[in-house]
């Protein structure tokens, strides 16, 4: 069983640039949640897709986007990035339907926006 | 407002000790609560999940208790080890969709040895 994999492990980009992270879900999940991680702060939720289509949001602007495609992988997008977006990124995979309903995270994705 | 606290922030202890960490929620109406552990830099380590049905689980020396009507959940370390040092993370399902999980901001446990 492969569990979920993201990348890039961590990168560096400067105000008003763009960045994509990818996320592979775990074997036989097709529920991806995304969450930001500040420092010192428990994970926030952004989004989660299902179906290919975004089935939930937290409080988080619309330069927050993201893509599931066919293999239940998905991206997370982030526009026009503000210093205040440096955090850990983390995607998290579950199965719809399924009463658990028990998240699996992968290792994140630590950006830095300088 | 839908709010996880969880007490101590920080949390040192010697190696052996029995121990409990705290975690309340606002909003007694959860679907699930789910404990994670996080060593730094590192992703959630899925440790328990309770469902709103149940009063308790337990996995190896980890046992995570559930009272919903206090808004409260304990996890139980028993014969801690230097290798449990980490953050603890408790997080609360109110079943909006099934990724919404609300965490609390942890508990930064040091096992001495």
């Known amino acids: 069983e492969t569990g979920v994999t993201q990348s890039p492990t961590h990168l560096i980009k400067t105000r008003g640039q763009q960045v994509t992270l990818r996320c592979s879900s775990q074997?036989?999940?097709?529920?991806v949640s995304w969450y930001q991680q500040a420092l010192g702060q428990g994970p926030q939720f952004i989004f989660q897709?299902?179906?290919?289509?975004?089935?939930g949001r937290g409080n988080f602007p619309p330069r927050f986007s993201g893509l599931q495609f066919p293999n239940y992988s998905s991206e997370l997008n982030v526009n026009a990035l503000e210093l205040d977006d440096s955090a850990l990124y983390l995607c998290?995979?579950?199965?719809?339907?399924?009463?658990?309903?028990?998240?699996?995270f992968g290792e994140g994705s630590r950006l830095t926006v300088l | 407002k839908q709010e996880v606290t969880q007490i101590p922030a920080a949390l040192s202890v010697p190696e052996g000790e029995n121990l409990v960490l705290n975690c309340s929620f606002t909003?007694?109406?959860?679907?699930?609560l789910q404990w994670f552990r996080q060593d730094p830099g590192k992703g959630l380590t899925s440790l328990l999940l309770?469902?709103?049905?149940?009063r308790e689980q337990t996995s190896g020396r980890l046992n995570a208790s559930l009272d919903k009507s206090s808004g409260r959940s304990t996890l139980y370390i028993a014969a801690s080890q230097p290798g449990d040092s980490a953050t603890y993370l408790c997080?609360?399902?109110?079943?909006?969709?099934?990724?919404?999980?609300?965490f609390g901001k942890g508990t930064k446990l040091s096992v001495k040895p």
């Open positions: 998290a995979s579950s199965l719809a339907g399924v009463r658990t309903g028990e998240l699996f």
């Open positions: 074997s036989g999940h097709n529920t």
């Open positions: 897709y299902y179906r290919e289509e975004e089935n």
């Open positions: 909003d007694s109406a959860i679907y699930n």
């Open positions: 309770i469902q709103s049905s149940q």
């Open positions: 997080a609360v399902n109110y079943g909006g969709s099934q990724g919404n999980l609300i």
